[in-house]
């Protein structure tokens, strides 16, 4: 029987430890956050406090890696294309690494719709963990205060978690009752759009 050679029982070590290594990879299914939106089949959307206002929030799956959702998320000159709501939608000003995006939201308080418009500031996408963060603050327009942030995280190789959160507090007064469900619709139909330009197709993810 010929010796073992050195480079072949680095293989017999190596090989085991490798696939230790594959059976201990965590399973994204079992993520709570993952688990909750393939089990609800859909985008799910919600209001919650924050010290400086209440927001709208809204998450859901997307069938397509991380970087090309944040790809379409820093699309800006294409956001009218996402959800009839953002047809408005265009770029007016850049200042530096920052980008201005003008948009109209008809916000409908009993019988009459308002429509407010609002000048919104995204700074860079930043990096924070595994997140890729895109952030917008309101600079102009109908609004005492706004601020979005969209974040994105991978979930496997080709599937990503996207969540949006708005605020936004109108100059004039307004049921919350009314604003809660504006910032909620608002963040789901962001949601969707990114995730559905994203996808190449609309629908939710079901599965990983």
Request: proline fraction near 7%; aromatic fraction near 6%; hydrophobic fraction near 40%.
């Amino acid at each position: 029987m010929r010796p073992i050679t050195f480079f072949a029982a680095l293989c017999l070590i190596a090989v085991p430890a490798v696939a230790q290594a594959d059976a201990e990879a965590p399973d994204p299914a079992k993520d709570p956050q993952v688990a909750k939106l393939l089990d609800a089949k859909a985008t799910l959307k919600w209001n919650y406090d924050r010290p400086n206002g209440r927001y709208g929030h809204a998450e859901a799956l997307v069938d397509a890696p991380a970087d090309r959702l944040a790809k379409v998320a820093q699309d800006f000159g294409h956001y009218k294309e996402l959800h009839r709501k953002f047809a408005t939608a265009r770029v007016v000003a850049k200042e530096g690494d920052r980008t201005d995006v003008y948009m109209r939201y008809p916000v409908q308080i009993g019988m009459l719709t308002v429509e407010f418009h609002e000048v919104m500031r995204f700074a860079p996408l930043r990096v924070s963990g595994n997140a890729q963060i895109l952030e917008g603050s309101g600079v102009k327009g109908d609004m005492k205060q706004g601020h979005t942030v969209i974040t994105i995280k991978p979930v496997d190789a080709k599937h990503s978690l996207i969540t949006v959160d708005i605020l936004l507090v109108p100059r004039i007064p307004a049921p919350q009752s009314l604003v809660d469900e504006e910032l909620r619709d608002g963040a789901g139909d962001f949601v969707n759009g990114l995730k559905d330009k994203a996808q190449g197709h609309g629908g939710p993810v079901t599965a990983l």
